[in-house]
């Protein structure tokens, strides 16, 4: 095989309480083909300013070759970029998976699905939104004294309707990060480990109510909220549409709601008048995170 066409999804992490430990793979898809050539790299409809080696998705693709010890000479090209850049959907994880599974697979799979998920979380420094790019649907992660990482993916409720709700503006993560702090309180400490136990329990079995009580957050969202124009607005007009919780998605721009019914058209309704482009979009789970497709 010399040619191969991947599809990674967006992914939301945290989820409230699973602060860099949690993450849930959606319905918005990247899809990028990756060719086998015979000397150097080529990046076809990309920008100009990541058209060159540091792209993350030949990082990914490089990684790989130098493990199982292959030429990593390819063709890149972006066919689809559904996955908004800079608003807390993972779009910089939908390279770095697209990349070391085409590796992995134009070579014969020689890499198992944890080595890759562990080239993956080395570039992209933490596993909350690659886990669920490459298996899909709610996974929790963890990583050893030496930085392996491991997950655990649990189905998700139909029970749950996803609305994400996107702005014009971005949120660069490196700046979101900043504006918290290098300690915690005990209490806000105990307050998110008490919730993020059981959130993976409330997504699988869709329990409403349970939810609403352990996607709530002490250890990062009230420190990032000043950096989003409009989130009061918007959270409002959520719970006033229906939501059970509303959060910020990675470290955002993206907002995200949870309902036990469709509420995308309603809540667009209500903010179209607000400034800054917010649009909300119902997404569905995937279930199957990094996969090739014709
Ligand atoms: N868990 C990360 C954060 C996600 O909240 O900063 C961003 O990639």
Redesign the pocket.
């Known amino acids: 095989m010399d040619k191969i066409r991947v599809r990674v999804p967006a992914t939301s992490?945290?989820l409230g309480s699973g602060?860099?430990c949690c993450g849930i793979a959606l319905e918005l898809y990247n899809v990028f083909e990756f060719e086998k050539i015979s000397k150097g790299l080529e990046l076809v409809n990309c920008e100009e300013e990541f058209a060159n080696e540091s792209n993350l998705s030949y990082q990914a693709y490089k990684a790989v070759c130098d493990k199982i010890g292959v030429d990593p000479s390819v063709k890149i090209t972006i066919i689809d970029t559904g996955v908004p850049v800079s608003r807390?959907l993972?779009s910089s994880a939908t390279l770095i998976c697209a990349g070391a599974y085409a590796a992995n697979k134009l070579h014969g799979c020689p890499l198992s699905k944890e080595e890759v998920f562990a080239i993956c979380t080395e570039l992209e420094g933490?596993p909350?939104?690659v886990a669920p790019a490459l298996f899909g649907s709610f996974c929790v992660s963890v990583t050893d004294m030496h930085g392996n990482p491991y997950t655990v993916r649990t189905h998700v409720s139909k029970r749950i309707h996803f609305t994400a709700v996107i702005p014009d503006f971005e949120v660069q993560?490196h700046h979101?990060?900043e504006v918290l702090p290098e300690l915690v309180k005990r209490e806000d400490a105990v307050y998110n480990m008490s919730r993020v136990a059981l959130l993976a329990s409330a997504f699988k079995s869709g329990d409403s109510q349970l939810l609403k009580i352990v996607t709530k957050d002490r250890l990062?969202q009230q420190y990032r909220r000043p950096l989003f124009r409009n989130i009061d607005e918007i959270e409002e007009c959520a719970y006033e549409c229906g939501a059970i919780s509303f959060m910020i998605s990675?470290?955002g721009s993206t907002c995200l709601c949870l309902s036990t019914k469709s509420m995308a058209d309603k809540l667009n309704e209500k903010i179209k008048c607000l400034p800054n482009g917010w649009v909300a979009r119902e997404l569905e789970i995937s279930k199957y995170g990094t996969k090739e497709v014709m």
């Open positions: 992490a945290n602060f860099d807390g993972g933490h909350d939104n993560t979101a990060r990062h990675g470290a």
